[in-house]
């Protein structure tokens, strides 16, 4: 089964710094999907970020991007520009491909970011 | 407007009372899910409805009983709670059941006293 761990319960970053959380996975597929998941204080969550497993280029999303290391099985995520509305839950997560429809999430990284 | 609707925000309810969590989506998806949010732990996948059908159940205890009337709409029926069902329950949806993307809603806090 594949499991995601994030080992960051919490992480603090100063605004308009970078931050970079780290997220590890196991699995013995070769292809597979990776995101990042923010929930706020709204409980809403949004998807920040999302890897295909076979593309080597890591995704960007204007100050989000990744760092995928598919070897050591590692995803991690660096906000650059913190900015005050950064400040949220971030979830790592996993989904194998095909119409598996689960997603595995990590417990979570509380991220506060501070003036 | 946020696409997906949860009512209600918090409930608080005793072990033998029976309560309906909603969720609304606008985003004309084909599928639906229920999580559910513990503290400390990973998200749970507890159900999964693609076209209004039961595709996954997460080996869910029956108190549980969730109900999909139509594409737009996903209740979960609770009853018989135990105090280790408090949680944060959150409805999601995607364009079809590959999860490609989630649209969470806000959730319904839940204390079982």
């Known amino acids: 089964a594949q499991t995601v761990t994030q080992s960051q319960p919490e992480m603090s970053v100063q605004e308009a710094e970078t931050v970079t959380l780290s997220c590890t996975y196991d699995?013995?597929?070769?292809?597979?999907?990776l995101f990042w998941y923010k929930q706020p204080p709204s409980r809403q969550m949004i998807l920040v970020i999302r890897q295909e497993a076979y593309k080597q280029q890591n995704a960007t999303e204007n100050r989000f991007s990744v760092n995928f290391q598919k070897a050591a099985k590692s995803f991690s995520l660096k906000i650059s520009d913190s900015q005050l509305g950064d400040a949220a839950m971030y979830f790592c997560?996993?989904?194998?491909?095909?119409?598996?429809?689960?997603?595995?999430f990590g417990t979570g990284t509380r991220l506060q970011v501070t003036l | 407007e946020t696409g997906v609707t949860q009512t209600p925000r918090h409930l608080v309810m005793g072990m033998t009372n029976k309560k309906s969590l909603k969720c609304e989506q606008h985003l004309g998806h084909n599928a639906m899910y229920w999580y559910k949010q513990s503290a400390k732990k990973p998200l749970e996948l507890m159900f999964v409805y693609s076209l209004e059908e039961r595709v996954e159940n997460n080996s869910v205890p029956s108190r549980f009983s969730p109900e999909c009337p139509n594409s737009s709409h996903l209740f979960l029926h609770l009853h018989t709670l135990q105090p280790e069902d408090s949680a944060l329950y959150l409805c999601?949806?995607?364009?079809?059941?590959?999860?490609?993307?989630?649209?969470f809603g806000s959730g319904t806090q839940l204390s079982v006293l």
């Open positions: 699995t013995s597929e070769s292809d597979y999907y």
């Open positions: 999601a949806s995607s364009q079809d059941r590959t999860a490609e993307k989630l649209f």
């Open positions: 997560a996993y989904r194998s491909p095909g119409t598996a429809s689960k997603l595995t």
